[in-house]
């Protein structure tokens, strides 16, 4: 399925200096503490290798990261602060958090017509589930066993009393143990949420470092000054620190066996992930539907009755993996497995099962040659889709300047249509078949033929991703180029993100409101939805047999990223200037460089420029400009006033500060003037503003 | 408004302050104690608990309602909060955090107060103690009598019946969860009298809803006194008490006005006549007698009363570590006591799983798989009727000790320690009615109940736990007469259980339990306020219950452990006609208690 991940799709994190201030992150480390806990009990670091979260990341000089090959490197975390905490007998729990004021306001003057009467809003939250104060209780009774929890307390502050606050947990609760036999370690997490990741094509994320805008905060982020832009310009690290970025959520049971007899390592698992929670859906066409009754920004959803599906109903997954170890741990192969079974009706006789099979590969060859790759296969069957297998193959290559004269990453790979994974990195929502009867996820970021950025996978595509890179002075410039084919011309539609104001539009038309159904499809012609922090639109193609309505062409993908990071000492503080561009189109034929040509769906480019500078101690100015453009082709959803395809400019402008107020207290303003026109689509426009004001502190 | 209590009430002990403990049962831990300066101590349970449960069986044929498979599970953690502002003076908490399983980003969470109490110390003298309590004084008076369904249960069994027992706050001494006060003061006696301890309480069972509901309350308490040893040459003591339980309505709040009276009051005790190193000799038992009275406020509608005797003669081989206890009873037909008859199994409640199955969607009937695995089924509530029974699991006492209209005799026998190679225990239960159920013949009662635990281990001296459990029960109960007198039921119930220590801490576990009745009887119906019907509808039973367990259970440390386990459950009946079913489930629990 689609793999932007679908809660956590937000600008980076990079705050990894306040040490131990991260509310989310602090379970999260604690979570990875019992992990680690389970293969080193006296719960030390784990150094480097084994993924883990911390209350910091602490990035070290001599870890400086190539410019494209960092995938190929696991961030280096500090998990001292809790650890330290729990390993004081007189500490047997321990509470910290941190509190979070987010005032939201925005003013449509020019909002789709269906928003009315709520163009204009101010609030407290910006209707996202984020505490406001969060309390983190993690405990360790004894060496073998652990626990974590988060709470979380809301008050909306409208002035009602205390009615409508909240206190509840925030993402579950989580147990840990462990034990050491003569065999091997072995340990179980039970519980939930965990944060899993098994391997990309089974229990993972597709992680994207720094391709992002991080003028808008994330809820997570600590309190810092300019390290967190130090840190982007570093590392391009988007959230260290936060497992959520790579991982699943998982609720059940894992069992977890290390350094077994021939440096065998296991996992199995049993339990649900988000689709098998209640979260499955289906794509909403009518936008008047889909609009939620009430949109009174800074609710917060109780989440309850997503898709109406009964969580007592039959809806798990399982699967595990068994890998071996060569050369030190410097070669890893890995076979990894998940079948998931989602009961449609009471007597459990029709069901949604998908299943994968894979072998992960992670080497090292030719004196600094590093591959990574997986291998493997998947079917998907319903009651109208008998199962079909499809294969999903890809390999990298991750080449050093030695070779190539600039580093040098290369990918390959080829995805079957047949191959469907709602938890794995694949963006799994091009195969119409099955997305009539698998629905979309609430959540999902795309549909159809997805407009995906480079080493993005989406299966039925075979393709090619390159990236690189160059450091000159105090500047970075990385690039990335993909192309990439329907392998099956089965697509007729596409979608793309609209980048530029999409946390703002989620904002307005929450995608997770109470009872939802399925993604909220909001605008007047029913073609965009938002899903976590992010807007998309489905985009029609019209070259279908007039017999069957099936597609008559083939499509081809074409993709460039473009990156440019700068770091200035301005009057001795520091000035950090970040551009981004991107350009995607689609069209009947192949092209080595997306464009807009008579042989084209769509051509869609972004561009963003971020620019920080201290002007003065603490306090930073913020500045932001986007433009978005998107160009739909001849084969493309014509307005019937216009006979002519979508031509939308959308633009953003902002500017604010963050403003270190003590260690561990900051003030976050944000102002957004935002833009969008589509020039064949008359009802397609929206104009206006919003404004953010955070305060968070820490304790 | 209650998140928001709960918010308080969390905040408000996590913001307390510091002084050493004072040891009080039920508080903070002796080990905590031991640590210096704290006066506020965070202490608990987590638990991950998942289950998959599969039917299957005849009551599926030609069912189109009926899910086949249901997966459920749920994630707490009762966060016990403990803080003793000073050496006097103790309050306790428990905030449960619960997430079911599946719900993701604050769906299907829940936040609650599950308990909260403070006690202390007056004057060095009084103890006093309100809000959450446990109480239990005799097994006539105020008492919760243990579940049937088991002979000895098998260890694979117990994390579940630990689960049950926690949610329904049950303790080993059988005590019963009230909301109310407490006072307790003791003396010493320099001659005769030992000590003398003197105890009160109130409690509220239910609140009014002002209409038709009014309020119930719980008063009583008892005296204890022990002797010193009155004649040192045969080693006479003796031990007694006297206790009284009040159970009322408030017929002045609100406007209902129609509630009930029931006074229970007796006396106790254990005389040691004779003791010796190797042995020794006790008289012991209880008398009393309860009223009940159901009313208006301005007339009586019904109105009992009945006394009860239970005296007995008790031989302690101590050499052979064998205790023998023989005792005759006579519990009168009208003897009535909330507080010790009420049941812990609720044969009315309704079931979390499965507990409607088939195409007409009918209640399915409590089995031994629910009483051993659903918490829901248990309550620890006092009840104004007489609840619902089984006769095929619990014939003779249904509502134990202090089951109503029995005579007879009863015979005990305990031998052996837990650390011994073999200890067993033997319960013979001779009882008779003593009022026929419409009609003058009497129904006639044997309950047999051996069970033993072998300890290999031992025998062998093995480091690691290699034990079989066996239980058995035998019950019988028969009425002469013509044919539609006439009553025959006969139940066989085997527990069997393994524990089998594979790697220190992970053990194997395997459980069997059976039960087959055949016969009938006439299980009795209340029509009014209390009334037993005569001759309701016979009851024909033919059944036969299997449930086997197998897994697997490593213990992280005392209190912490988790298990997985497969159990197999079949439930076949020829006597009613209706349909078969079987119960496959598995599960696993995570059970951490810090």
């Known amino acids: 399925m689609s793999k932007i991940k679908q809660f956590d799709f937000g600008v980076p994190d990079t705050s990894w200096v306040n040490k131990a201030r991260f509310g989310l992150v602090h379970i999260i480390l604690f979570l990875s503490i019992g992990w680690v806990s389970a293969q080193t009990p006296d719960l030390s670091p784990t150094g480097s290798g084994v993924l883990t ?112 606050n909240t206190f509840s947990t925030n993402l579950g609760i989580n147990f840990y143990g462990n034990f050491r036999t003569s065999n091997g370690t072995f340990g179980v997490r039970a519980g939930g949420i965990h944060w899993y990741n098994l391997s990309p094509f089974t229990i993972g994320v597709y992680q994207i470092l720094d391709r992002f805008s991080i003028f808008d905060r994330t809820p997570w982020e600590g309190v810092n000054n300019t390290l967190k832009y130090n840190s982007y310009f570093q590392t391009g690290a988007t959230s260290p620190g936060d497992l959520r970025w790579n991982n699943q959520a998982f609720q059940g049971l894992i069992l977890n066996g290390a350094k077994l007899p021939g440096d065998l390592d296991f996992d199995l698992f049993w339990g649900k992930t988000q689709p098998n929670g209640g979260l499955a859906g289906g794509l909403v066409n009518d936008p008047n539907l889909s609009i939620p009754p009430t949109l009174d920004a800074g609710s917060v959803p109780t989440y309850i009755g997503f898709a109406g599906v009964s969580r007592n109903l039959p809806s798990v997954i399982r699967g595990g993996k068994l890998s071996k170890a060569f050369n030190a741990g410097k070669q890893v192969v890995a076979y990894n497995t998940i079948h998931s079974r989602t009961a449609l009706d009471s007597i459990n006789k029709d069901a949604i099962q998908y299943a994968v099979h894979t072998l992960s590969l992670n080497l090292s060859v030719l004196n600094g040659v590093k591959i990574k790759g997986e291998l493997g296969g998947g079917n998907f069957e319903s009651p109208n889709y008998g199962k079909k297998w499809g294969e999903a193959l890809m390999m990298r290559f991750f080449v050093p300047k030695k070779y190539t004269f600039l580093e040098t990453d290369f990918q390959i790979y080829q995805i079957s249509k047949n191959f469907f994974n709602q938890n794995g990195e694949i963006a799994t929502n091009s195969n119409p078949d099955i997305l009539a009867e698998a629905g979309l996820l609430l959540g999902a970021n795309g549909a159809g033929g997805q407009l995906a950025l480079v080493n993005q996978l989406v299966h039925n595509r075979r393709g090619l991703n390159i990236n690189t890179g160059y450091e000159i002075g105090p500047a970075k410039f990385i690039a990335g180029w993909g192309i990439s084919e329907e392998i099956d011309p089965v697509a007729t539609s596409l979608s793309y993100v609209h980048r530029i104001n999409g946390l703002a539009l989620s904002r307005i038309y929450n995608p997770f409101p109470a009872n939802a159904t399925g993604p909220a499809v909001f605008d007047p012609y029913g073609r965009k939805f938002s899903f976590f922090r992010g807007a998309s639109e489905v985009v029609q193609t019209t070259d279908l047999d007039a017999a069957n309505a099936e597609t008559l062409n083939r499509k081809y993908f ?42 084209s769906y769509l051509f869609v480019q972004y561009h963003e420029m971020d620019i920080y500078y201290e002007i003065l101690p603490r306090f930073i100015l913020t500045t932001y400009i986007g433009l978005e453009y998107a160009k739909g082709g001849a084969f493309t959803d014509w307005d019937a006033e216009t006979q002519l395809p979508r031509d939308q400019v959308g633009q953003a402008y902002g500017v604010g500060f963050d403003w270190t107020i003590t260690e561990n207290a900051g003030l976050y303003v944000r102002q957004r003037w935002m833009k969008f026109n589509d020039r064949s689509f008359g009802l397609d426009n929206y104009e206006g503003h919003e404004t953010t004001i955070e305060l968070k502190v820490f304790f | ?17 510091i002084v050493p403990v004072r040891a009080q049962d039920g508080g903070s831990k002796e080990s905590e104690k031991a640590d210096d300066g704290q006066r506020v101590r965070f202490n608990g349970l987590g638990r991950a608990y998942l289950l998959n449960t599969e039917i299957d069986g005849n009551v599926l044929d030609g069912d189109t309602a009926t899910t086949r498979e249901i997966t459920d599970g749920s994630f707490l953690l009762d966060l016990k909060i403990n803080a003793t502002p000073n050496d006097k003076t103790e309050v306790q908490a428990i905030l449960r955090l619960r997430n079911e399983f599946g719900g993701f980003f604050g769906a299907g969470q829940t936040v609650e107060v599950r308990e909260l109490w403070a006690r202390g110390i007056i004057a060095d003298r009084l103890k006093y103690r309100v809000g959450d309590m446990d109480l239990a004084m005799t097994e006539y008076t105020f008492f919760l009598p243990p579940e049937e369904g088991s002979a000895n249960l098998a260890a694979a069994f117990l994390p579940q019946q630990d689960v049950i027992y926690y949610e329904n706050f049950y303790t080993d001494e059988n005590t019963r969860r009230i909301q109310g006060g407490q006072l307790d003061f003791g003396l ?16 509220r069972t239910r609140g009014t809803d002002f209409f038709t509901t009014p309020s119930r309350y719980v008063t009583g308490g008892h005296t204890k006194f022990s002797t010193k040893t009155l004649i040192d040459t045969i080693g006479l003591r003796g031990d007694f008490g006297f206790n009284i339980v009040h159970t009322f309505d408030d017929l002045k709040s609100g406007d209902a006005n129609s509630g009930i009276r029931n006074t229970v009051w007796s006396a106790d005790y254990d005389f040691t006549v004779f003791e010796r190193p190797r042995y020794a000799i006790h008289i012991q038992g209880e008398a009393g007698r309860s009223d009940l009275i159901s009313k208006t406020d301005s007339s009586t509608l019904y109105e009992s009363d009945d006394w009860f005797t239970d005296i007995g003669i008790g031989l302690d081989l101590k050499q052979q570590k064998l205790k023998l206890l023989l005792s005759y009873v006579n519990i009168g037909p009208d003897f009535f006591s909330m507080g010790a008859q009420s049941r812990r199994v609720d044969y009315q409640a309704e079931k979390t799983y499965y507990d409607r199955v088939g195409n007409d969607a009918g209640v399915r009937q409590t089995s031994l798989f629910d009483i051993t695995r659903d918490p829901a089924v248990y309550t620890f509530r006092m009840s104004d009727r007489l609840m619902n029974y089984d006769p095929r699991y619990s014939n003779t006492l249904p509502y134990g000790r202090a089951t109503a209209n029995r005579q007879g005799l009863r015979f005990t026998a305990q031998y052996g320690k837990n650390t011994d190679v073999i200890n067993a225990d033997l319960a013979v239960h001779a009882l008779g009615e003593i009022r026929g159920q419409g009609t003058a013949e009497l129904k006639r009662f044997i309950l047999i109940r051996p069970s033993a635990n072998l300890n290999i281990h031992q025998l062998l001296d093995w480091k690691k736990t290699l034990r079989f459990t066996v239980g058995y029960q035998f019950e019988q109960t028969t009425r002469d007469g013509v044919q539609v007198e006439q009553v025959d039921l006969t139940s066989n119930l085997i527990d069997l259980g393994m524990e ?73 009946r020829s006597g009613d006609g209706l349909p078969d079913y079987g119960l496959n489930q598995i599960f696993a629990l995570y059970t951490m208690y810090f």
Do not use: C, W
């Not at chain 1, 941190?98 to 017509?113: K, Q």
């Not at chain 2, 010493?188 to 409690?203: K, Q």
């Not at chain 2, 299980?523 to 016979?538: A, E, G, M, T």
């Open chain 1, 53 to 164: 979260s911390q209350d910091s990341v602490r990035f070290m000089d001599g870890d400086r990261l190539p410019l494209v090959t960092q995938e190929m490197y696991n961030i280096k975390y500090d998990s001292a602060f809790v650890g330290d905490k729990l390993r004081k007998r007189d500490q047997l729990i321990t509470v910290f958090g941190y509190y979070r004021l987010f005032v939201y306001g925005r003013n449509m003057t020019d909002a789709y017509p269906n928003l009315e009467p709520f163009e204009r809003a101010y609030d407290v939250g910006d209707g996202y589930r984020e505490p406001m104060l969060s309390l983190n209780v993690v405990a360790r009774p004894n060496g073998r066993s652990s626990f974590g929890t988060e709470l979380f307390v809301f008050a909306p502050y409208n002035g009602s009393g205390f009615e409508n």
């Open chain 1, 558 to 599: 074409q993709a460039v990223d473009l990156q440019a990071k700068v770091k200035l000492q301005a009057f001795n503080k520091e000035l950090f200037l970040f551009y981004l561009g991107s350009f995607g189109s689609v069209k009947t034929e192949a092209s080595l460089i997306p464009s807009l040509s008579d042989q």
């Open chain 2, 1 to 17: 408004m209650q998140k928001i209590f709960h918010l308080l009430v969390f905040t408000a002990i996590l913001l307390a302050g």
């Open chain 2, 188 to 203: 010493n006696f320099t001659d005769v009298l030992d000590e003398a301890d003197f105890s009160g309480f109130f409690a």
């Open chain 2, 500 to 572: 089998a220590e594979l790697f220190p801490r992970f053990e194997i576990l395997a459980g069997f339990k059976y039960l087959n009745s055949k016969g009938s009887d006439y299980i009795p119906q209340i029509v009014q306020f209390n009334i037993v019907r005569d001759l309701p509808s016979r009851s024909t039973y033919d059944d036969q219950e299997t449930l086997l367990a197998a897994g697997v259970k490593y213990q992280f440390k005392k209190g912490v452990y988790l298990t997985l386990q497969y159990q197999a459950y079949n439930f076949e």
